[in-house]
């Protein structure tokens, strides 16, 4: 099926961890994007890509890193440095510029 | 800046009652403007969205937006609400900046159906 699949769905982090959240895409997208959403606050962006081994800084990209070595992963680095990790937490792609985003199904993030 | 205005946090109607969820954008250009549900605890799903053209979009699950550029406005509507429909909703801009592409979401509104 082509989509777009994130992994894990749950992640529990202690204090002081460094996580990763995994999105992988088989839909041939070039652009992809990780969102953080919080009740009340809609989706923030936090770091997105147009193409391979090059990334921009979204709004709220403290305490966060990402790499882009493959066209069809992008995965999210939650480090020790963000200090309000717990969230929800969705990856997207969107294929030319300005088509719709395609959303994965999100991973919930909890710091224990 | 871009931005996205949801001034409704919370909606609640009867079912088969009509539905209006309002949103506002700031944005220099032609928008490009979409509108997403999403259901607890999933990814969002596209219902609709303006590239250009006539100004009344019709998307899935019967939903249909209507764009109003002197009012800068892309709101949502539906005739007869579903208890199905109960689920979050999201207005979004696509935005061009510094030589890529984006998108900026509203606040979200959250809409509870009566039965």
């Known amino acids: 099926d082509g989509g777009i699949t994130q992994s894990p769905k749950y992640l529990f982090r202690k204090e002081g961890q460094n996580v990763t959240l995994s999105c992988e895409q088989n839909?041939?997208?070039?652009?992809m994007y990780w969102y953080r959403q919080d009740p009340g606050q809609g989706l923030r962006l936090i770091y997105y890509s147009q193409i391979v081994n090059d990334f921009q800084k979204g709004d709220i990209a403290e305490g966060y890193s990402v790499s882009r070595e493959k066209k069809e992963s992008f995965p999210l680095t939650v480090t020790s440095a963000q200090k309000n990790p717990t969230a929800f937490y969705l990856c997207?792609?969107?294929?030319?510029?300005?088509?719709?985003?395609?959303f994965g199904q999100g991973t919930r993030l909890t710091v224990v | 800046a871009q931005s996205v205005t949801q001034p409704d946090i919370h909606i609640t109607v009867s079912e088969g009652a009509s539905l209006e969820l309002r949103c506002n954008y700031s944005?220099?250009?032609?928008?490009?403007l979409f509108w997403y549900v999403q259901s607890p605890g999933q990814g969002l799903q596209l219902l609709l969205k303006y590239f250009s053209g006539d100004t009344l979009v019709q998307g899935i699950k019967g939903f249909e937006a209507e764009f109003k550029r002197s009012q800068s406005s892309f709101n949502l509507r539906k005739p007869s609400v579903h208890w199905s429909d109960a689920a979050e909703y999201f207005c979004a801009v696509g935005a061009f900046s510094g030589g890529y592409n984006k998108l900026i979401f509203g606040a979200g509104t959250r809409l509870a159906v009566h039965p």
């Open positions: 839909l041939n997208h070039d652009a």
């Open positions: 944005y220099g250009a032609t928008p490009y």
């Open positions: 997207a792609t969107t294929g030319q510029a300005y088509t719709e985003a395609f």
